[in-house]
């Protein structure tokens, strides 16, 4: 008989899992995703595309009808809509339908890929609500970009930084670009701190250190006052905050959260199995551990895929082991970076040949063409 497994979210941990499973043609299984996003968004480029001309949207974005469409359509089922309502004892997740319709959708498998968004509105770091609203926040950022002259980047930690470093780069020596950090290290004082720090200086960035933004406001000559915790106030053209991510996990019942009150993320055992539940699993950004990062998705997403398949032959699940080495590259502008592997640092040309020259652009296609599993 037909087993279904349903995968919540189409980014970069969905689609890996649902590549993984559907790539071994399994006439005994159907696999549907349920994705707010008809494309995938390649959000480690978007540090970048907000420079205008610098990266095409075809580049960032992919249908993921295209990558499906490659398995017999008997197999897969692409829902696009956004799961509202998870009932893991009845084993049914509700979806509202992006045509305005809600479905109940039953499983015996479910995949949790629903990731993590940007705590601040209206910023492209992350995939919003639908194609259209992501591409839509991506441009309007651009031309925010290219019309100021003065940019305020709030928040020091990577995508700040990488920010700051696009900025600089491109504008460094004729716009003002000011990188505001809560603490006296940015990075969260990571190893490579004081390197990337170095890095900025020398595109012109400046860093406010001890600045954490208080509130910030916007008046009626459209520019942002930016008021910190000291009292101090900014006043800029355009104020891009890179703080804050919030785990996408509001049709989950608080059981299987984490209690952080600002920071819901789902809590999984060491198979990556929902705890306390059965036939749940989950991966990637949702589950934001041992930290949020690509790395940590794309291995995280290969272990549940293995341990759906051994579910589904009814044996145990295998350990979810982590990445080999604890890998921090920091893009710095378009040729520069700062990085480590484990505890040892990398020169900024090798950050560069690594991460920055293409921000992992090329990796795009394997989650076309299912490469990537
Ligand atoms: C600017 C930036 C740069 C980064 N650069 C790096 C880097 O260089 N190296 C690195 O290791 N990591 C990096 N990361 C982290 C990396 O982007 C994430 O680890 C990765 O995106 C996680 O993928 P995911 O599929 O788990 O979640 P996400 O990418 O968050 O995707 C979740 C998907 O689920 C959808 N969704 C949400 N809720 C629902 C719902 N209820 N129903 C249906 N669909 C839903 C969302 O719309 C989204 O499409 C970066 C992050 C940012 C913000």
């Not at 993984?20 to 043609?25: D, P, Q, W, Y």
């Not at 893991?88 to 890929?113: F, H, I, N, P, W």
């Not at 992501?134 to 003065?150: C, E, G, M, P, S």
């Not at 200086?201 to 008021?227: C, M, S």
Request: charged share 25%; aromatic share 6%.
């Amino acid at each position: 008989m037909t087993k279904t497994v349903l995968i919540l979210g189409g980014s970069l941990a969905g689609l890996h899992v649902a590549h993984a499973l559907l790539r071994k043609r399994n006439k005994d299984l159907k696999v549907i995703i349920v994705s707010k996003n008809t494309h995938l968004y390649w959000n480690l480029a978007s540090v970048r595309a907000i420079i205008p001309g610098q990266i095409k949207d075809e580049a960032i974005f992919k249908p993921l009808s295209d990558a499906l469409s490659r398995y017999p359509k008997e197999s897969w089922e692409l829902i696009i809509g956004t799961a509202t309502a998870a009932n893991l004892e009845e084993k049914a997740v509700e979806v509202a339908v992006s045509d305005g319709t809600t479905r109940k959708v039953a499983y015996d498998q479910l995949v949790m890929a629903t990731g993590a968004r940007s705590a601040a509105p209206n910023v492209p770091w992350k995939a919003a609500d639908s194609y259209e609203d992501t591409v839509k926040i991506l441009h309007d950022t651009a031309a925010r970009v290219k019309n100021a002259q003065h940019i305020v980047v709030g928040g020091a930690g990577s995508t700040g930084v990488e920010v700051a470093g696009e900025l600089g780069h491109e504008y460094g020596k004729t716009k003002e670009i000011i990188l505001l950090c809560a603490a006296d290290k940015i990075l969260g004082g990571d190893s490579v701190a004081a390197a990337a720090a170095h890095e900025l200086k020398k595109l012109n960035v400046t860093i406010k250190y001890g600045a954490r933004v208080a509130e910030t406001r916007t008046t009626p000559e459209g520019k942002t006052h930016v008021v910190l915790s000291t009292g101090e106030a900014l006043s800029t053209d355009l104020y891009l905050p890179t703080t804050g991510l919030l785990p996408n996990t509001e049709y989950l019942p608080g059981r299987y959260l984490s209690a952080d009150a600002g920071y819901r993320r789902v809590l999984v055992d060491e198979f990556l199995r929902v705890q306390d539940a059965r036939d749940a699993w989950a991966c990637g950004d949702v589950v934001s551990k041992p930290r949020a990062g690509f790395l940590i998705t794309q291995k995280q997403a290969a272990n549940v895929a293995r341990n759906v398949e051994l579910a589904l032959a009814g044996r145990e699940p295998a350990v979810a082991k982590d990445p080999p080495a604890d890998i921090f590259a920091c893009s710095v502008g378009r040729d520069r970076g700062a990085g480590r592997i484990n505890s040892i640092r990398l020169p900024s040309f090798a950050v560069w040949l690594a991460k920055g020259r293409t921000l992992g652009m090329q990796r795009v296609q394997g989650y076309v063409d299912g490469s990537v599993a």
